[in-house]
């Protein structure tokens, strides 16, 4: 369909046409190959890869372990085993469907979805350790189905750092997770910038999800934080991290925003005539963030935010298990927004930008 375009005198797309990311990754890194040839062919009937000798092992749900994912969820939250069912305990919401491995597979089957990307959906503080080593066994479990974005253990900088060294280089993990917020403190403060060198220097992702920060939680009665603070303190983190120079400083790293970045598309007019002192203007920083479909999978959201930023930062995400992958694939279709490339490259071609060794 025809991109309905943002007025020229607000946005100025420059290098950023759609479909151009600014990033420079490779677009693929080959999977470990090979095997002693003696024993080869029992463990891997059709060929030598050590990664499908263990989808083999782990049973039928790693059976497209190295086939081009479909479709790629990027906002899923897993539950630790033996915490009891999750419950919505605010005013407003669905409570979510139980999680476990085996109904997160079951739904993503149904919606054909070959790849999660695991994530916490708080601050895990203390028990981010405990939270990244299920997550990492579930990896291991169910090769090809699952990766993960390792918690961190902030405000506590030193040992975030320990926690990101372990999670890279031993966990292998596929980025690290951010809350939008700390108490009073959003992503762009000073106090984040040992931490976003790091992820610099190892050209890495940073999945951020939202919170309610210490100002704001509870604020209106019978409103849950999930249902608009979260979105608000989204637009927090992103005009922080732009407006003080983060976004500029740390160029190299990839940073993805929840819930088609809250309500930043709608406030864009207000943030780039605010934004005069960044030097190449708000819309370019912006529009190299990249935005998931968590429960905005509507023609509003949708095509407010293929107007403020490219088509190729737009990657897909649920927020599982309170939405189904079944359900955001259908309601991005029938949103209008997006052609039928558009949707395949929200599924996964966007999002293999930045996680190229899931790329055949």
Not at 19 to 46: E, M, N, Y
Not at 78 to 99: H, I, K, S
Request: proline share 8%; with cysteine.
């Amino acid at each position: 369909m025809p991109n309905p375009k943002f007025p020229d005198s607000l946005v100025t797309r420059s290098d950023q046409q759609e479909g151009h990311s600014s990033f420079s990754i490779p677009s693929r890194r080959q999977f470990i190959t090979g095997l002693a040839a003696l024993g080869a062919a029992a463990l891997v009937p059709k060929a030598g890869s050590l990664l499908e000798a263990a989808g083999a092992a782990a049973g039928p749900q790693a059976g497209a372990a190295k086939k081009r994912p479909r479709r790629i969820d990027v906002h899923h939250h897993p539950a630790l085993p033996n915490t009891g069912p999750q419950v919505r305990t605010t005013q407003t919401g669905p409570a979510p469907t139980v999680w476990t491995p085996e109904t997160a597979l079951k739904m993503m089957d149904e919606g054909g979805c070959d790849l999660t990307i695991l994530s916490s959906g708080g601050n895990d503080g203390p028990r981010c350790r405990e939270y990244n080593e299920y997550m990492a066994k579930l990896v291991s479990d169910y090769p090809g189905r699952f990766g993960m974005f390792t918690s961190l253990p902030f405000p506590d900088v030193d040992g975030s750092l320990k926690e990101l060294a372990y999670g890279f280089d031993v966990l292998k993990a596929d980025g690290v997770r951010f809350s939008t917020s700390y108490g009073d403190k959003w992503l762009g403060d000073p106090v984040f910038a040992p931490i976003f060198e790091e992820l610099n220097r190892r050209k890495a992702v940073a999945y951020t999800h939202p919170s309610a920060p210490t100002c704001c939680a509870k604020l209106v009665p019978g409103i849950g934080d999930a249902t608009i603070e979260f979105g608000t303190d989204t637009t927090r983190a992103i005009v922080r991290m732009i407006f003080s120079g983060s976004s500029a400083r740390y160029p190299d790293m990839k940073m993805i925003f929840s819930h088609a970045g809250g309500t930043m598309p709608y406030l864009i007019v207000r943030l780039i005539k605010d934004s005069g002192a960044v030097p190449k203007g708000f819309p370019y920083e912006a529009g190299r963030f990249y935005y998931d479909t968590a429960q905005v999978a509507g023609p509003g959201a949708m095509f407010a935010l293929r107007n403020v930023v490219p088509m190729s930062q737009i990657i897909f995400g649920t927020d599982y298990p309170y939405i189904s992958v079944k359900q955001t694939a259908e309601n991005l279709k029938e949103s209008k927004v997006f052609t039928a490339q558009e949707l395949a490259d929200i599924d996964a071609g966007n999002a293999l930008k930045l996680f190229p060794k899931y790329a055949v």
